[in-house]
């Protein structure tokens, strides 16, 4: 069975600080996909990043960047110089090679960031 | 951009009715999905869809719900009888590659 654990609950940092929220995953399947999305206090929630499970290379995006690394099942999700704008839940969600699978999310870790 | 739209943003209900949520998906995607999101709670999988038929759905899209796309750009869940618990927000997602999914804003529907 496939598991998303997203062991930090709530963050709580001051703007300029950086943070990262942590993913751990568990799946049996040797090809699969890994995801973040943001969920702003509006409710919608927003694609920020997939990485299939052959690319190990990290990614960064203005702010944001990721580590993925196999070896320890996880898929850490970093924001650089926080932003108040950045005050969200954000989710982990883990999906396998498969066209129109489903998602398994993660509980999401509520990231606030004060001014 | 494109984007999902799902319709309408909150509905109120009666415990017992019929509701039918809708969503109109990233035209020429194929893959179209429904999850939930319980107030607080991580995102459920409900259903997936393609090929005009279910291809997928968890033990929680049991025979109360069902799922029609029933013109070229509408795709909609129905809750035949409503019940409290069903209180949730209801997002729409749709995928070209059926692997990526794309989210409409959510449906927030509550069961009085």
């Known amino acids: 069975a496939q598991k998303v654990t997203q062991a930090q609950t709530e963050i709580s940092v001051v703007e300029k600080e950086d943070v990262t929220l942590d993913c751990v995953y568990e799946?049996?399947?040797?090809?699969?996909?890994l995801f973040w999305y943001k969920q702003p206090p509006s409710g919608e929630l927003v694609f920020l990043i997939r990485r299939n499970s052959f690319d190990e290379q990290n990614e960064i995006s203005g702010r944001y960047s990721w580590n993925f690394q196999k070896s320890t099942s996880s898929f850490n999700f970093t924001i650089t110089a926080s932003q108040v704008v950045d005050s969200a839940v954000y989710f982990c969600a883990l999906s396998l090679n498969q066209a129109g699978t489903a998602l398994i999310f993660g509980k999401g870790t509520t990231l606030s960031v004060s001014s | 951009e494109p984007e999902v739209t799902q319709t309408p943003s909150h509905q109120v209900t009666q415990m017992g009715q019929e509701v039918i949520l809708r969503c109109v998906p990233i035209?020429?995607?194929?893959?179209f999905y429904w999850y939930r999101q319980i107030l607080g709670q991580k995102v459920e999988f409900l259903v997936s869809f393609y090929n005009n038929e279910i291809s997928e759905k968890s033990e929680i899209f049991d025979d109360q719900f069902s799922v029609e796309r029933p013109d070229g750009s509408n795709f909609t869940l129905k809750i035949r009888s409503t019940k409290l618990e069903d209180s949730a927000m209801y997002f729409c997602?749709?995928?070209?590659?059926?692997?990526?999914?794309?989210f409409g804003q959510g449906t927030r529907l509550t069961v009085v």
């Open positions: 035209s020429n995607h194929l893959y």
């Open positions: 799946t049996r399947d040797t090809t699969y996909y």
């Open positions: 997602a749709s995928s070209g590659s059926g692997v990526e999914a794309f």
